[in-house]
Protein backbone atom coordinates (compact mmCIF):
# COMPACT_ATOMS: atom_id res chain seq x y z
CA UNK A 1 0.00 0.00 0.00
CA UNK A 2 1.50 3.42 -0.84
CA UNK A 3 1.40 6.39 1.61
CA UNK A 4 0.42 9.80 1.52
CA UNK A 5 2.63 11.32 4.89
CA UNK A 6 0.59 9.55 7.81
CA UNK A 7 -1.97 8.85 5.46
CA UNK A 8 -2.47 4.91 3.80
CA UNK A 9 -4.04 5.09 0.65
CA UNK A 10 -6.96 2.20 0.44
CA UNK A 11 -7.86 2.87 -3.09
CA UNK A 12 -8.73 5.40 -5.86
CA UNK A 13 -12.26 7.31 -5.22
CA UNK A 14 -12.12 9.52 -8.71
CA UNK A 15 -10.66 11.78 -10.86
CA UNK A 16 -11.16 15.82 -12.19
CA UNK A 17 -9.60 18.27 -14.02
CA UNK A 18 -7.29 19.69 -10.83
CA UNK A 19 -6.72 16.27 -9.16
CA UNK A 20 -7.14 12.95 -8.24
CA UNK A 21 -9.45 11.55 -4.91
CA UNK A 22 -8.47 8.47 -2.75
CA UNK A 23 -9.82 6.67 0.03
CA UNK A 24 -7.10 6.32 2.96
CA UNK A 25 -6.56 5.66 6.46
CA UNK A 26 -5.72 8.05 8.90
CA UNK A 27 -3.80 6.28 11.67
CA UNK A 28 -3.39 8.66 14.47
CA UNK A 29 -7.24 9.04 14.83
CA UNK A 30 -7.98 5.90 13.56
CA UNK A 31 -10.52 6.65 10.75
CA UNK A 32 -11.27 6.58 6.87
CA UNK A 33 -10.59 9.85 4.68
CA UNK A 34 -10.42 11.21 1.15
CA UNK A 35 -7.54 12.86 0.04
CA UNK A 36 -7.59 15.30 -3.06
CA UNK A 37 -3.99 14.92 -4.40
CA UNK A 38 -3.10 18.45 -6.93
CA UNK A 39 -1.90 16.29 -10.18
CA UNK A 40 0.21 20.00 -11.62
CA UNK A 41 2.52 20.05 -9.06
CA UNK A 42 4.96 21.97 -11.09
CA UNK A 43 2.96 24.64 -11.19
CA UNK A 44 3.26 27.55 -8.07
CA UNK A 45 -0.42 29.02 -9.26
CA UNK A 46 -2.17 25.66 -8.79
CA UNK A 47 -0.76 25.04 -5.50
CA UNK A 48 -1.86 28.25 -4.39
CA UNK A 49 -5.52 28.09 -5.93
CA UNK A 50 -5.45 24.40 -4.25
CA UNK A 51 -4.50 25.49 -0.37
CA UNK A 52 -7.23 28.51 -0.89
CA UNK A 53 -9.66 25.66 -1.55
CA UNK A 54 -8.52 24.00 1.53
CA UNK A 55 -8.88 26.87 3.98
CA UNK A 56 -12.04 28.38 2.23
CA UNK A 57 -13.63 24.82 2.79
CA UNK A 58 -12.43 24.16 6.43
CA UNK A 59 -13.95 27.15 7.27
CA UNK A 60 -17.71 25.98 6.00
CA UNK A 61 -19.31 24.37 7.99
CA UNK A 62 -23.06 22.28 6.38
CA UNK A 63 -24.37 19.23 6.38
CA UNK A 64 -24.52 19.03 2.69
CA UNK A 65 -20.58 20.30 2.69
CA UNK A 66 -17.39 17.54 3.70
CA UNK A 67 -15.35 18.66 6.32
CA UNK A 68 -11.54 19.54 5.99
CA UNK A 69 -9.25 17.47 8.63
CA UNK A 70 -5.66 18.61 6.92
CA UNK A 71 -3.63 20.05 3.88
CA UNK A 72 0.15 20.16 2.97
CA UNK A 73 2.48 18.70 1.14
CA UNK A 74 4.18 15.01 1.31
CA UNK A 75 7.26 13.87 -0.95
CA UNK A 76 6.51 16.67 -3.84
CA UNK A 77 2.86 15.78 -3.45
CA UNK A 78 0.20 18.52 -2.61
CA UNK A 79 -2.80 16.97 -0.51
CA UNK A 80 -6.38 18.15 1.09
CA UNK A 81 -7.72 15.83 3.72
CA UNK A 82 -11.57 15.59 4.00
CA UNK A 83 -14.18 13.83 5.58
CA UNK A 84 -14.81 10.22 3.89
CA UNK A 85 -18.44 9.69 3.06
CA UNK A 86 -19.41 6.32 2.13
CA UNK A 87 -21.99 6.19 -0.88
CA UNK A 88 -22.55 7.22 -4.29
CA UNK A 89 -22.92 10.62 -6.20
CA UNK A 90 -26.54 11.11 -7.08
CA UNK A 91 -27.87 10.60 -10.63
Known amino acids: ???IGP????GELGRGGMGV?????????GREVAIKLLLAQERPAQWERF???ATAA???????????YDWGEADGTYFI???YVDG???S
Do not use: F
Not at 7 to 10: A, C, F, I, P, R
Not at 58 to 68: M, R, S, T
Open 88 to 90: RSP
Open 51 to 53: RRE
Open 58 to 68: ANLNHPNIVGV
Open 1 to 3: MSR
Open 21 to 29: VVRAHDPRL
Open 81 to 83: VME
Open 7 to 10: YTVL
